[in-house]
């Protein structure tokens, strides 16, 4: 079965900087689409990066683009998601999220409808 788990969330002081982390199994995530989504109370959920399998390039919303980086560790199997600069904003829980094999472009990847497996959260909290 496909397992993804995410790890660490936090409080951290507006400006700061945390990197969560996507431990995938049953699942290799070089050969599948990845994003990550989060949702706040309240709030639809909202998709901030993701990249297709086989593809270079990522593309960010414009609400994290210059202040989040996604990146791999293919030996790990895991997914990062480095967020720096962080505003009140960016408070939500945090999802990671894959579909084997997908592909297409830009934007229209940040649907959730479009990923099977799912991590459970993590909390991010920015006090300001």
């Known amino acids: 079965e496909v397992q993804l788990v995410e790890s660490g969330g936090g409080l951290v002081q507006a400006g700061g900087s945390l990197t969560l982390s996507c431990a995938a199994s049953?699942?290799?995530?070089?050969?599948?689409?990845i994003a990550w989504f989060r949702q706040a109370p309240g709030k639809e959920r909202e998709g901030i990066v993701c990249?297709?399998?086989?593809?270079?390039?990522?593309f960010y919303a414009d609400s994290v683009k210059g202040r989040f980086t996604m990146s791999s560790d293919s030996a790990k199997n895991t997914v990062y998601l480095q967020m720096n600069s962080l505003k009140s904003q960016d408070t939500a829980a945090y999802y990671c999220?894959?579909?084997?094999?997908?592909?297409?472009?830009?934007?229209?990847?940040?649907?959730?409808?479009?990923?099977?497996?799912w991590g459970r959260g993590a909390q991010v909290t920015v006090s300001s």
């Open positions: 999220a894959a579909e084997r094999g997908l592909t297409g472009w830009g934007r229209a990847l940040l649907m959730p409808a479009l990923y099977t497996y």
């Open positions: 049953g699942l290799t995530i070089d050969d599948a689409g």
């Open positions: 990249s297709t399998s086989h593809g270079g390039t990522t």
